[in-house]
């Protein structure tokens, strides 16, 4: 399997572990250092793997209805690190219908014993946030 | 000099360029690949030397009253790959008074030659951004 393919699908792993709210494959995804960060869009930076499965912890409590769909993908990196590119699409369901939000990722990863772990995810809105397109199900 | 003194020295370099308009320097700062990427607060991501360059010089035409002292500075990284996580105070100086924001930046760099150049900048918005600071300088 190419480089570009085993970072793409632990990239695949990580937002499973968001769109299903499964807190083990979150744990699995992340290399488990102290200088590991994570930034979720607004907040202040999460430094080391506890205090960022924390959070994640917390964000699956009242996640059953958001799902995220990955586009413009782009994977970038050389010599034993690679990060990819990605827009977040955030899908959240309600009874008045569906919101979209745009989030931008950075998602960096690093080989540890033969895997691809994520050493870094930065995600902040993008402009589109304040324009959120309503598509009405009613 | 060590790998974590020369990407600060890089890192550096990025904020003196912003902080004294210097397109020359901020061209030597970045690598001259077209997988680089930059998100300034709020904007769509830019790929490619040419569209970055391009982006900063039009944000020097407006930014001699614009400032930016760091804080909050950690280097992680391995491999020839290195991240800077740092926080931009951005003060805004105006006839009313001194504003400051607070941005938080990764800075990923890459060693190209024996130099470490920027491949990466994604900066967005802490949440203090809402509650601006006013040092009234009146």
């Known amino acids: 399997m190419s480089v570009e ?3 793409l699908d632990a990239n695949q792993n990580f937002y499973q572990a968001f769109n299903r709210g499964d807190l083990a494959l979150m744990q699995s995804v ?3 250092h ?3 960060s994570c930034i979720h869009p607004g907040w202040e930076v999460l430094r080391g793997f506890d205090a960022i499965i924390s959070s994640w912890e917390n964000i699956f409590v009242g996640s059953e ?4 769909k990955l586009s413009d993908i782009l994977v970038t990196g050389a010599k034993g690190m690679v990060w990819v590119s ?3 699409n955030l899908f959240a369901m309600s009874m008045s219908g569906v ?3 745009k989030v931008h990722a950075t998602n960096l990863f690093e080989q540890v014993e033969g895997q691809w772990k994520m050493v870094l995810h930065h995600a902040s ?3 589109q946030l304040s ?3 309503q598509i009405n199900t009613n």
């Open 5 to 7: 393919q085993e970072v």
């Open 30 to 32: 992340w290399a488990q």
């Open 34 to 36: 102290d200088s590991v």
């Open 65 to 68: 209805n958001l799902e995220i």
């Open 86 to 88: 990605c827009q977040e």
């Open 99 to 101: 919101q979209v939000s």
């Open 125 to 127: 809105s993008v402009p």
């Open 131 to 133: 324009r959120q397109e």
